[in-house]
Structure formats: C-alpha cells, structure tokens
C-alpha cells in the first residue's frame, strides 16, 4: 500500500510542460499547444525541403509555396509547377491528361473547379493502364489532399482546374 505522502513527492516530481515557454531557435509551428494548454514539441516537419507546397487557394488563383498561378496549373510534388493548358472542364481533351505523364507520378490528383465533376474515363485511360492512380475532386479539396501527399513524401501530381462554372 502506497503512502499519500510518496504519492505527493511523486507528483511534484513530473514534468509539468506549462510552465515553460516556447525554447529560443524553436519556430512556432513546432511549438504546438494541446486542448488542455500543454506545450508539446512536433518532431516532424510540416514541410519537406524541395516539396512543392500549396499555400493558399481562392477560386482564381493558387499559390504554390510563394508564386501565384492565375488559371489552372500543374503542381508536381518536386520540380516546378506550371500553368495547364486546360481552361474549361468541358474543353477537356486527351492532350491535357497526357501531359501529366512527363512528371511519372504515382497518383494525379485532378481538381474539378468549383464543384466535383469527373472527366471521361477515356480521358483517363492512359493513366490507368500505365497504373497511375487518378482522383477526382474540387479543386479545393484537391489542394489540401495534395499537400497532405506531398508531405508524405508520395510521388503525387496536382492537375488543378480553376474553372468558376
């Protein structure tokens, strides 16, 4: 049976993490705060070095670390993004989805525009049978599920739609 007073010490014996402030050299997103107001250290990276990131999204533009994209754009998870010559959803083509195929990736995230719309699966067809993974979302989702990949370390490419219709 324990006493109350080894009880007591023991309590005052753990690492309380309130009552230090952020450490010098620790950037704040590292230094994160818990429901109860707990200090915790993240031990990963929110981002990896030479992984292009999304970083904001507004219905005509998307912002690729700092540079932005007016119109659709493709965002390779490393390299450089580049403008999509896909402009309308409807004007779709072959062409657009083929292009994607220099990036070799291992899933394309294709963002629809304002809504979810899915391309004809013809247009698909050459990712498929190469077994490239495709899915279909609006282009905001399509962002953040990229970035989510792309952190992971995933070989993904975003083929961002900024159609308003």
């Known amino acids: 049976m324990r006493r109350t007073g080894d009880v007591a010490a023991l309590r005052k014996l753990q690492f309380n993490h309130s009552e230090f ?10 230094w994160r705060s818990t429901r109860r107001g707990r200090r915790t250290v993240k031990f990963q990276s929110d ?7 999304i970083t904001r999204h507004d219905g005509g533009r998307v912002w690729v670390g700092g540079e932005a994209y007016e119109g659709s754009v493709v965002v390779p998870w490393t390299g450089l993004a580049h403008p999509w010559a896909a402009t309308r959803f409807d004007d779709l083509a072959q062409a657009h989805f083929d292009d994607l195929l220099r990036h070799s990736p291992e899933l394309v995230i294709f963002g629809s525009g304002v809504r979810l719309r899915f391309p004809k699966p013809q247009l698909l067809r050459v990712l ?8 279909s979302m609006d282009t905001a989702a399509a962002c953040r599920t990229y970035n989510v990949l792309a952190s992971e370390g995933r070989n993904v490419v975003a083929a961002l739609l900024l159609d308003r219709s």
């Open 21 to 30: 402030a952020r450490p010098v050299g620790v950037p704040a997103f590292v």
């Open 47 to 53: 981002f990896l070095e030479g992984v292009n990131t």
């Open 128 to 135: 498929i049978e190469r077994r490239i993974g495709v899915e």
